[in-house]
């Protein structure tokens, strides 16, 4: 199984809405990472986490919170989002993620969401 | 930090065609991944390089280190290969959980036509 599954697939929410993104992998993984990607535009680091801790916040809003409830499963709350925040939410896992760990990154098919 | 540069940023071919997308960057790294993004889909990681070359399929992926430059090939194009492909690098010096940090190039827009 070399799949990184993210659900929804699809998200609509309004900007009082609590909503959460989830994202699992069982390859056994200890880096798990939270992207965003606008249209056209690269991916954008958000959150690093290795061995279930968060080790990287890339200077992200409050209204992101991560969550790594065990080493399969990442997810991320959101709270109050606002319109600029609809984008491409990509999941990615690979091996480790210290230095000269240049192991390989899979990542999910993401979560297309629009805040209205 | 790491300047990643892409060209062409939109490639268009015929089936059948070999195509080439480059890629370089400017500071010295220890590993560079091809990633394969198709229209409002996720990504696929297609190689990951720090020397030489690497073939899956019709796919070759080559890097030169020392002149910091990378290309990925694909022989015998197919109107399925059209997607967006994405080189990114890690830099080597680069520490601690620092693999996160990947530098993105903007990406190269690939269409083949039937």
New interface residues.
């Given amino acids: 199984d070399t799949e990184v599954t993210?659900t929804p697939k699809h998200l609509v929410m309004g900007m009082t809405n609590k909503k959460s993104l989830k994202c699992e992998q069982h390859m056994g993984h200890r880096?798990m990472?939270w992207y965003k990607q606008k249209a056209?535009?690269?991916?954008e680091?958000m959150f690093?986490y290795?061995y279930e801790k968060l080790?990287?916040n890339e200077s992200v809003p409050s209204r992101f919170s991560p969550e790594c409830p065990n080493s399969s499963l990442l997810n991320l709350h959101l709270h109050a989002l606002q319109p600029e925040d609809s984008a491409?939410y990509?999941c990615?896992s690979?091996q480790?993620?210290?230095?000269?760990?240049?192991?390989?990154?899979?990542?999910?098919?993401?979560t297309?969401l629009t805040v209205v | 930090k790491n300047e990643v540069e892409q060209s062409p940023q939109n490639l268009t071919a015929q089936e059948g065609e070999f195509i080439t997308i480059n890629c370089s960057y400017s500071v010295g790294i220890s590993a560079l991944h091809w990633l394969q993004q198709h229209p409002g889909g996720g990504i696929v990681s297609l190689f990951m390089l720090s020397s030489g070359k690497k073939k899956h399929g019709r796919l070759i992926a080559t890097i030169n280190i020392q002149e910091k430059h990378s290309s990925l090939h694909i022989t015998a194009s197919h109107p399925r290969d059209s997607a967006v492909y994405i080189c990114a690098v890690k830099d080597l010096n680069a520490g601690g959980t620092s693999y996160g940090k990947l530098t993105f190039g903007q990406g190269t827009i690939l269409t083949v036509h039937p």
Avoid: D, W
């Fill in positions: 993210q880096a990472y056209k535009k690269p991916p680091l690093v290795s080790s990287i491409l990509l990615a690979s480790g993620a210290g230095r000269g760990r240049n192991t390989e990154a899979f990542f999910g098919q993401g297309r």
